[in-house]
């Protein structure tokens, strides 16, 4: 897809924010169907039996269930949006780090291809932490920010070591 928003939207910087966003989109799209789906339908019952509105239980329900699985994807997203810059690079620049690793590739200069393929490794885990912060400030009630037994799938009963 990539040759194809190129010749589309030219060698400027949409066509690279396009294929950045297409490559994004679908595990974001994908795990947030899921945690919209994952509800249990019992709270739904309740809500609607509480005559909620469909807003109120999307808001107050669906939404924040689905969010764990939102961050998922947006963790995901994060490390796929930097291979879809440098596969952009890689059809269609001039300047960038995917240029500089295809330029370097091809006259052996490993040195300068590690150095980008750093830089690259930096910011993925940079924008993977980032959401993991946001993360943590956003869904802090979910169990999976929680720490000791319960986060760590370990019940209550095995926290004791029972060898002397």
């Known amino acids: ?12 910087l949409l066509s690279k924010l ?61 490390t796929f949006a930097v291979v879809g810059a440098v596969l952009g690079e890689f059809v269609g620049s001039e300047t960038g780090l995917g240029h500089i690793i295809l330029e370097s590739s091809g006259v052996f200069d490993m040195v300068l291809v590690f150095g980008a393929l750093m830089y690259l490794i930096v910011f993925a885990v940079a924008f993977f932490y980032a959401l993991v912060a946001l993360e943590r400030l956003t869904i802090h009630w979910h169990v999976s920010q929680r720490t000791g037994g319960e986060a760590s799938g370990r019940s209550l009963l095995q926290t004791t070591d029972a060898t002397p």
Not at 1 to 12: E, R, Y
Not at 42 to 60: C, H, I, P, Q, T
Request: overall charge positive; charged content about 15%.
């Open 1 to 12: 897809i990539a040759p194809l928003m190129i010749t589309w939207f030219g060698f400027g």
């Open 18 to 78: 396009i294929i950045v966003f297409l490559i994004c989109f679908f595990p974001v799209v994908v795990t947030g169907v899921a945690g919209l789906r994952s509800v249990e339908v019992e709270k739904l019952y309740l809500a609607r039996s509480m005559g909620a509105s469909e807003w109120n239980v999307f808001r107050r329900i669906r939404f924040p269930a689905a969010l764990p699985h939102l961050f998922a994807g947006l963790k995901l997203a994060a």
